[in-house]
């Protein structure tokens, strides 16, 4: 789907991969996801 929106996409990304739009709410998966939102935040700061 992101292919269809840009044009390097295929470039950039060469693994085939699905990914689901759900996941299991356990602490493993709660923590992975806080550490994805605090590694975007971190590098969206400009100050």
Do not use: C
């Not at 996941?23 to 939102?37: N, P």
């Amino acid at each position: 789907m992101l292919s269809n929106y840009e044009d390097d996409f295929n470039k950039i990304f060469k693994i085939k991969a699905e990914f689901d739009y759900e996941m299991d709410r356990t602490e493993s998966t709660l923590l992975e996801y806080a550490k994805v939102i605090k590694k975007i935040n971190h590098s969206r700061k400009t100050f």
